[in-house]
């Protein structure tokens, strides 16, 4: 009933479902406005066209997931904002290799929840989320990249000893200047945590400071 009455309104594309199944509860997300959607959506056609340029593949080679509600019984089901996996998957329970999420800044914390429960309840299939943060007063981006890795060491598949971590975290200031917190010199995505299938030229898909720069600038010109 919910879900018809935000179609009436034309609402729908601007809200994400949550729903605590252990508390029997449903939480709605009303975004305030389209920063944070023109955002991901367009960090994710970077990304995309990056993929179509590897070798060996192209716009065909991943499939993109909306606002498509994921269920975990007993714990919680949720909607994204943004991902894709590779064609290969079919069926429509499967889930994204990789995850966008994107808000306003100071719910960050609230978007880590989110990128700790993509990798823990996905069983291994979403390998990397991307959290980006926006402010509009000032202009600022935060965008942090999560993954599991093993306990203060390399990363790894879901196992007993593997935790969702932060890996690479950037801002960028209304100048475009890029910082890392923790020293990260790059932004890359794994070919393996895209593709489930190991390929031998296999390239990362990979953004420089430069590349964040040109982005958040082309995204703050449309902010302004």
């Not at 290799?97 to 978007?111: K, N, T, W």
Request: proline share 5%; hydrophobic share 40%.
């Amino acid at each position: 009933m919910i879900e018809q009455e935000l179609r009436k309104v034309q609402l729908r594309n601007a809200v994400r479902l949550t729903f605590e199944n252990a508390l029997d509860a449903a939480i709605i997300l009303i975004t305030p406005g389209p920063e944070h959607s023109r955002v991901g959506i367009s960090l994710y056609t970077e990304i995309i066209a990056k993929i179509a340029s590897t070798p060996g593949h192209g716009w065909l080679s991943v499939e993109g997931f909306g606002a498509t509600l994921l269920q975990v019984p007993g714990v919680r089901s949720k909607e994204g904002d943004r991902g894709f996996g590779p064609n290969t998957r079919a069926g429509r329970s499967v889930w994204p290799s990789v995850m966008i999420e994107a808000g306003y800044a100071g719910g960050e914390d609230f978007l880590r929840l989110d990128a700790q429960w993509w990798l823990i309840n996905s069983a291994s299939s979403t390998r990397f989320v991307i959290l980006v943060f926006v402010t509009k007063y000032p202009l600022a981006f935060g965008i942090e990249c999560w993954s599991m890795t093993e306990s203060g060491g390399p990363e790894c598949r879901q196992t007993s000893a593997c935790v969702p971590t932060c890996v690479d975290n950037f801002n960028i200031d209304s100048f475009g200047k890029v910082k890392s917190p923790l020293g990260s010199t790059e932004l890359r995505i794994p070919y393996t945590y895209i593709f489930d299938e190991p390929q031998g030229d296999a390239q990362d898909v990979v953004f420089s400071f430069d590349e964040l720069t040109e982005f958040a600038l082309e995204r703050y010109a449309m902010m302004m």
